[in-house]
Each structure stands twice: as C-alpha cells, then as structure tokens.
C-alpha cells in the first residue's frame, strides 16, 4: 500500500462465528481509495463470508466496518459509532458508513457498495439490457415520482429514462456485449454473464466494488477480456475494488494490495511481492509444515514465474 | 431391380419390428386394463341407492369398472402403439406465438368485448340476452380481472398468494356497508353516486389491508407465504362469518344500491336512465352498463399493470421473481417493492370486490371462499404467469366454460336425461391442467416480452424466466 492511498474501508477487528464455527476471526485491514485490493485464502477461509458481512447479507458476530468519504478520519468515524447512528453525510462531503448497522439494500444504495456473487446471480429471464436498468432502479424510481409521474409518461422521466439505457449502453459497450443487450441474460456464455453481472453492479454507481472470484471458471481469453475491464473500471472510474481471487497470476498482475486469510485469520497483509514472499503464505498454499517451508518457497518462485 | 429389392427387405423389417411391438402393447395394454379394473371395483362398482321408501339398498354396476378397463386399454396400448410407428409425441410443445399475432389476438378479443352485448342482443334476441351478457359476460369479466390483478403479485412479483379472495371481500363488504348504512346516514345526498364513490375507497382499503397484511407475511418465502395467505383468506371470511353486528353473518347484505348511470338510476321512474334518454324501459339497460362498466374497470387494470411492468417498481417486481438476493444486492428495497406489488393486486381485487357486490345486490360469506381464490389462481398459472393474453384467455376457459357447459343439454339426447353436464366440470379441468402441465408447463402463454429493449424486440423463453420462491 502506498503511503499516499486514502483509506476507503476500514475493517476492524471483524469476527463471525456459524454456532461453533468460527468464520472469521478478529480480522482487520484497510482497502484503499481507488485501489484494487485482493482477498486470497484458501477454499473455506472465509473470504466470501468477509463480502458477505461487509455488503450486509451477515451480520458480523462482533467488529466495525467504516466506509468513509470526503476526508473523514478517526475522530469522525468514532462520533457517529458514539451517536448510534447508522451513517453520516455531512454537507461537508465529510461521510461515515458504519456497514454492520446498515441492511444490505441501503449498503448498496446510500454507502454505494456494489458486488457480485460467487455464483452468479443475473436476472436470467430478463434481456442484458433490463438487468442493466434494473440496477439503476433507485436513481429511475426518483424520477418517475414513485411511480405517480412515470405511469402519465411525464417527460422528466422519459429523459431519466433514456439517460439511464445511455449509461447501460456505456456499459454494454466496455463489456463486449453490446450485440447481446436484447438477449435474455441466462442465454449468454458463461464468461459474459460474468462481465454482466459486473457492469450491473457498475451500474450503481458504486465507490466500492466487491467482486467474488470474478475469474472463477474462465478461459484464458476470456480471463484476459475480464482483467482489461477491471482495469478500466479502476482507472476511469473512481471505484475501488475488493476482490476475491484464486488465480494467483490475476492477483499478481492487477492488485494494490493483498491480504491473505487462511481459517478466518489474516496470515499476511501487503504489496503482491511482499505477499508473495511471504513463507506463511506458501506454507497456506502448498499445506506444508513450517519446517518445510523454505524449499516451498522456492518451489513457489518458480511456479508463479 | 436392386433398389426394389432393397425396399422390400426393409419393408418386411419393418413390419416385423412394429409386429414385436404391437405385441408388447398389447400385452402391457391388458395389463393396465386389468389394473384400472381392480382399481375401480371400490370406486365405480358399489353405489347406494335409495328406493322408493327412501330406504337405500345396494347396486352393482358391473358395466362401470368394465368401461374403465377398457379405456385403461386403449390408451395404454394406442400410446405404445403410437409410440412403435416412430410418432414422436413430444414433451414439450414449443409453439411461440409471435407478439405480432398476439397482439391481433389482443385487438380483436377488445373489438369483441366491445359489441359482446350488441351481438348477443342481435343474435338471441332481448329476453335471452341478459343470460349471456349477464351470467357469461360479466361473471367472465370479473374473473378476468381479478386474474389480471392477482398476476401482478404471482405473474410479476412471483408471490405466490393463496388468499386473493380476501382482498375481494374486503372490497365487496366495503361498499355493501358503505353504501347500505353509512351514505344513508351521514350523507344521503350522495347516494345516487354510491357506486362511483365507493368503488375507489374500496380499492383504497383493500390496498391498505393488503399493506397491512404484507407488513409482517412478506418477510416469508414461497411455502411459508403461500399458507400465511391462505389463512388470511380463511380469517377474513371468518370474521365475515361471525362478527355479525357489522356484517351480519351469513345471512349476508342485502338490499346493496345498484350502480348508476353517472347518477341516473336504471329505474322506470321519470328521472331515469330510460326516460331522460326517451328510451323504453328494460333492465337491459344496467346488465348492459354493468357489462361496459367491468369491462372498463378490467381494462384499467390492464393498463396499469401493463404501464407499471414498464416503469421501475414494475422491473423491480420482476427482478424480484428472478433473484431476490441480486435485487438487494442493487440497492432495492424489496421490502417496499413486495408490498407495492400486493397492495396494487389487492387494491384491484377491492374494486372487483365493490362491483361484484353492486351487481349483486346482495353479498355473504359464502362468495369468498378458498375455491375464488383457487380459481383465480389457476387462471394466472394456466395462462402463464405474466402474461396478460394468456390470463384473460384462461380465465375465459375457466369460468366461462363452465358456464357454457351448462347450455349443452343437447347431450342429454344422447347420454339420457340424467346426464349433466356440469358434473364433469371439475373432471375437464383436471384433464386440462394435467395436459397443459405435460405440454405447456410455463402455461398458455410461457414467453415473456422484454420491458425495453435497444435494437429488437425478442421474447424472452419461458424456460428461462423464473417463477419466484415468495
Ligand atoms: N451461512 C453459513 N452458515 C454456516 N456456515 C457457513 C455459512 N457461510 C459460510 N460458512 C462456513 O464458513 C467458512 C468459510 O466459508 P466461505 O466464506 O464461503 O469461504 P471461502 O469463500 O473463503 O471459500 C466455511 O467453513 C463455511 O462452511
Ligand atoms: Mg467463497
């Protein structure tokens, strides 16, 4: 993490328990504005239940995750945890999310933290299109009036309404899919329903992007067309993004920063070359004993090269 | 002489090969045939009957159990036997019909809703006309419009709600007491407008006890809603039962002001519809109003629902039925859009409930049963959920077969006088069900059509499109 990057997302001393089970556990990290921050572990480490937690779907057991904004800090963030509040927007610019206390649909609609699934949640029955508009629903049901305007076709709304398929359009275009809008979303291949599911969560508008192993399941080209997107969302468009990933080489290649979990617990936190080198992190990855860890490094260098 | 040769042997081959299979139809046909006689000895053999002193003996009809051997036969085997020539019977029939024919379809149903009431009058002439456009018309009509309603919270929201009925009783019993004790008594002046007032508060409470009702029941999905909304229906029509200071029990309401013409009453007097029109008297004139004024109300329904599918809260309905958990994951309140969507249904279902009641004029407990909200619940399953052409068709099948079952005495001349026709009714639709369930289990009309699109309208497959889990 550079010493410049402005905190988006704080997670503090997060920890979730299903009964016996402990998920997570007493973890801890900063994502950073603008930033593409990546998530690794192995299967069942409790990266996605982290997603989970942090998008609202969890409650987490015990922990704070504050999103801020407009350079809000610590004294902001412990004023509004004092008060009870759920969220503070200042007219400042000043904001203050505190994500546990929100429900999902207000995390995605007022903290503006958009994600994707694990296994991909598309409208299926609807075209590539109305998913796309679907996802502006918020900003769209403002201008119909709730309804009362949009059902006399007032002109207001037609306008929200064309503004609204222009930015699907936007999207359409940066995914590959624009010769696909009137199709039915469960007719496309797999690795463009991926793409969809990601511009619909663009669609929102989001500060924070929280993608659940996007690469999961691609081909090569297909790989190659989902890390140009990723890039172009991360470098045009003031979103960050948190990112589960297993493809090793994706992770290298596009993240800021990586934190490692390994059983719910946070083994390593850093730039990718620190993580890489990081002997708890091959022991994670190659299951070995500590002993042994050494000549797993090596074996590592030379498989990640 | 080669190629002949050729064609005789596979010729004989062929024979062959559906002789061996006609043989095991056969035999798998009298094994059904003997399955359906064993099976129907308790069912059709035994009947008791009374005799002359009302004291019952016993009959045997040995011809019944016979009869459905014999039919157990004969579709076992000619479905093997169909099967052994190579026709395919498919398991699907995939028939899209195109938007452009169903939109004609569309046109010319409106074009003969609208002159419905002539043709009858020009066909049956004035006394057999109020049958078919009463009794037919308007009851075919309501149930239309009820089936239009309910499938914006089955067919859209993909809410399965098993309690419809309630919401219709709601708005039935709201302008009956409306109309029969409180205009009457605090405004009397307006009572000529009774029906023109009431019918909007109906659907405004029935809204509000479907927001009421949603409140605490939406948090449920699929199964667990499905019975909450059964018992709703079932509590309603207890209390409607019961709390007879208000409602009266089950003797009912009666003496419920009929609608007028915008204020002139269909009455012989001097201030009538018929004399301010110079026309002669007839009650024709209401059943053909009444008939204009349902068909209006079912059209509005149409409408609004077919605006509201095009406007956000109506794409959020649908989102809703595909994935529940994508549309929270894009800031929807789905909270909010359920209750939207059931308090838009029930507001529907009230405004039908206020007008069956001022076509009544007289409403009880017992016109709100589960089977209401069962039949209007086939109707939306059977067209296809969502859509409103298969709806409408289904709901027509539905209630307006049933009465048109009724007109077929004719078949006494052939089954003898007992026979009625009626009696099969429920029969019918099983056989209809089953079959569009084997057939066409999306329903009539499965496709879907998209709510917007860039370059080409395509319709969406059923097979794709979700049917909601509550
Ligand atoms: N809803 C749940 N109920 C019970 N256990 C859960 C639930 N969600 C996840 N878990 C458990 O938490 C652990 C972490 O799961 P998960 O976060 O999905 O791992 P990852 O995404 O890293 O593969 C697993 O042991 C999993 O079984
Ligand atoms: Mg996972």
């Known amino acids: 993490m550079p010493k410049d990057a402005v905190p988006l997302l704080h997670v503090e001393h997060m920890s979730m328990r299903f009964g016996g089970l402990v998920a997570v556990d007493d973890l801890s990290f900063i994502a950073s504005e603008g930033e593409i921050t990546a998530l690794i572990g192995p299967n069942g480490a409790g990266k996605t239940t982290v997603f989970n937690c942090i998008t609202g779907f969890y409650k987490p057991t015990s922990g704070r995750m504050a999103l801020v904004g407009g350079g809000a800090g610590a004294d902001e963030v412990a004023a509004v945890t004092q008060s009870g509040r759920r969220y503070v927007r200042e007219t400042n610019g000043k904001s203050v999310f505190l994500l546990e206390r929100m429900p999902d649909f207000q995390i995605a609609a007022e903290a503006k933290v958009a994600r994707t699934f694990q296994n991909i949640r598309l409208f299926a029955g609807m075209t590539v299109l109305e998913n796309l508009i679907v996802a502006q629903h918020n900003a769209l049901m403002a201008a119909s009036g709730f309804t009362i305007y949009g059902l006399f076709g007032v002109r207001s709304y037609r306008s929200a309404e064309a503004r609204a398929v222009q930015l699907a359009k936007y999207w359409l275009d940066k995914a590959g899919l624009m010769n696909r809008a009137d199709d039915p979303a469960g007719d496309l291949p797999y690795g463009a329903q991926r793409r969809l599911e990601i511009v619909r969560a663009m669609c929102t508008g989001p500060r924070l992007l929280c993608l659940d192993e996007p690469a999961a399941g691609l081909n090569p080209r297909e790989s190659a067309d989902l890390n140009a997107l990723l890039r172009l969302i991360s470098r045009e468009h003031s979103t960050s993004i948190l990112l589960i990933e297993h493809d090793m080489s994706v992770v290298m290649e596009i993240s800021d920063h990586v934190i490692v979990l390994e059983y719910g617990i946070k083994i390593s936190d850093g730039s990718p070359e620190d993580v890489r080198k990081d002997p708890r992190v091959i022991a994670a990855y190659l299951g070995v004993e500590d002993e042994e860890i050494e000549v797993a490094e090596q074996v590592v260098a030379e498989l990640i090269r | 002489m080669t190629s002949i040769d050729h064609l005789v042997t596979t010729g004989r081959g062929q024979t062959k090969f559906v002789e061996g299979k006609l043989g095991t139809a056969v035999r798998e046909g009298v094994k059904f045939a003997a399955l359906m006689f064993c099976l129907s000895i308790p069912i059709l053999l035994l009947r008791i009957d009374s005799d002359i002193d009302h004291k019952p003996f016993l009959q045997l009809r040995w011809t019944w159990p016979l009869l459905a051997a014999a039919i157990g036969f004969l579709v076992r085997f000619g479905g093997l036997a169909l099967a052994s020539t190579g026709t395919k019977i498919s398991s699907k029939i ?377």
Not at chain 2, 110 to 131: D, E, N, Q, T
Not at chain 2, 156 to 169: H, I, M, P, R
Not at chain 2, 310 to 323: I, Q
Not at chain 2, 333 to 362: C, D, E, P, V
């Open chain 2, 94 to 470: 995939n028939w899209h019909i195109p938007p452009s024919l169903s939109r004609y379809f569309a046109t010319a149903g409106l074009v003969f809703l609208v002159l419905y009431p002539l043709l009858m009058l020009a066909l049956v002439g004035r006394a057999g006309s109020i049958k078919w456009i009463d009794n037919f018309g308007i009851q075919v009509m309501i149930y239309v419009m009820l089936g239009w309603g309910l499938n914006i919270v089955v067919g859209l929201a993909g809410l399965l709600d098993l309690g419809y009925v309630a919401f219709y009783a709601v708005g039935a019993y709201s302008y009956a007491l409306l109309s029969t004790v409180v205009i009457p008594l605090y405004v009397p002046w307006l009572s000529p407008w009774a029906f023109w007032v009431c019918l909007p508060m109906a659907g405004l409470l029935a809204g509000v006890w479907g927001i009421l009702l949603g409140l605490p029941v939406l948090r449920l999905r699929g199964d667990y809603l499905a019975i909450v909304t059964l018992a709703f229906g079932e509590i309603i029509r207890l209390v409607l039962i019961n709390w007879t200071d208000v409602t009266k029990g089950y003797a009912g309401i009666s003496g419920i002001p009929r609608p007028s013409f915008f204020g002139l009453p269909f009455t012989a007097a001097d201030n009538g519809f018929a004399a301010r029109f110079g026309l002669e008297f007839t009650p024709l004139h209401r059943t053909i109003f009444l008939f204009y004024v349902i068909l209006a109300l079912a059209l509005l329904t149409n409408w609004v629902s077919m605006r509201l599918r095009r406007l956000p809260v109506g794409r959020a309905w649908e989102a809703l039925r595909e994935d529940e958990i994508a549309c929270r994951s894009l800031g929807i309140n789905t909270t909010n859009t359920k209750l939207t969507a059931f308090a838009i249904g029930a507001s529907f279902a009230g405004m039908a409930g206020s007008f069956f009641a001022a076509r009544q004029n007289f409403i009880s407990p017992e016109s709100f049963t589960f089977n209401e909200s069962a039949v209007i619940l086939a109707a939306v399953v059977l067209g296809g959920m969502g859509s409103q052409l298969g709806v409408a068709i289904a709901a027509f099948a539905m209630v307006g077969g049933t009465e048109i079952l009724r007109e077929l005495d004719w078949l006494k001349a052939i089954f003898g006088n007992n026979f009625d026709p009626t009696q099969y009714r429920m029969l019918i639709f099983g056989f209809g069900m089953v079959a569009l369930m084997i057939w066409k289990p999306r329903g009539l009309i499965g496709t879907r059509e998209p709510s917007l699109f860039i370059a080409e309208k395509k319709s969406i497959s059923g097979d794709l499109v979700k049917e909601g889990h509550g």
